[in-house]
């Protein structure tokens, strides 16, 4: 069974930093893209910033110069470091993966994390 568990969340005044980490567990054949999302109150979820298994980064224009996207291939784990926090980063942030577990290779779909909390104080 695959998993994605996200860690790092919490409060943090505005121009902070915070460092989220999502690693994918379980029996995994290949990881192709991974990413965070992000759903504030109220709102729609919304696409914070992805990476490809080679590294290629893509960012939301409100984050780009703020946020860094990076993953650590041999421990299947992808991690968003958040600086110069603002208060509209509030939200919860999801991690998500396209992969193909073992026991269906070559099927990819994407998997979700439980998400974690961010909460930036002004």
């Known amino acids: 069974q695959v998993q994605l568990v996200e860690s790092g969340g919490g409060l943090v005044q505005a121009g902070g930093s915070l460092r989220l980490s999502c690693a994918a567990s379980g029996s995994i054949f290949k990881i192709n893209a991974m990413g965070w999302y992000r759903q504030a109150p109220g709102k729609q979820r919304e696409l914070v910033t992805t990476?490809?298994?080679?590294?290629?980064?893509n960012y939301a224009d409100s984050v780009k110069g703020r946020f860094t996207i990076s993953r650590d291939n041999a421990k299947n784990t992808v991690y968003l470091q958040m600086n110069s926090l603002k208060p509209e980063d509030t939200a919860v942030y999801y991690c998500?993966?396209?992969?193909?577990?073992?026991?269906?290779?070559?099927?990819?779909?994407?998997?979700w994390g439980q998400g974690t909390q961010v909460t930036v104080s002004s």
């Open positions: 990476i490809t298994s080679g590294g290629s980064t």
């Open positions: 998500t993966a396209n992969l193909s577990p073992i026991i269906t290779k070559f099927t990819f779909r994407d998997y």
